[in-house]
């Protein structure tokens, strides 16, 4: 039951219109879920650096461990189909002492009554912010792609 309880977040994310593109009707819903409260968006509200200049499928974490709640973000771009019809849906969340577990697709975006997609790939901006109000912060935060492992890294650094 946890692991699907994140399905209804997957609408809850944010665009940015693209320039020619319109913007479609996503809003930011945030949800709670053991204690933590989830928030999808479909773009970045900071400076998103992947590490390597050529990779386009990867996410980074940021930590605000002193945050009231603790704090913590993953901003990542998921390289897929078109983004006209094409979304971000967050499929998985898993959240334990020992590790938060996210996992990401790009689905049909079933809103979409645009023209037919062009078959060109194109990456997709994403942002998950987890506010932990009543569960305690994870040992370390995994990060799939679908079944691709995008980020696995220890929440404390020190």
Request: proline letters at 9%; glycine letters at 6%.
């Amino acid at each position: 039951m946890r692991r699907r309880a994140l399905l209804a977040v997957a609408a809850a994310s944010t665009t940015v219109p693209l320039a020619g593109c319109p913007t479609p009707p996503w809003g930011e819903v945030p949800e709670t879920v053991d204690g933590a409260e989830v928030t999808v968006r479909h773009e970045h509200t900071g400076a998103f650096d992947p590490g390597e200049p050529a990779h386009r499928d990867a996410a980074v974490l940021l930590r605000a461990l002193d945050a009231d709640p603790p704090r913590l973000t993953v901003r990542g771009q998921l390289l897929d189909g078109a983004r006209e019809c094409y979304r971000i849906d967050l499929v998985e969340a898993d959240l334990t002492r020992s590790r938060l577990l996210i996992r990401l697709a790009t689905e049909d975006d079933p809103d979409w009554e645009g023209d037919a997609c062009p078959d060109v790939a194109q990456a997709h901006p994403y942002e998950v912010a987890v506010a932990f109000r009543e569960a305690p912060v994870p040992d370390r935060v995994e990060v799939r792609h679908g079944d691709e492992t995008v980020l696995e890294e220890a929440v404390e650094t020190g």
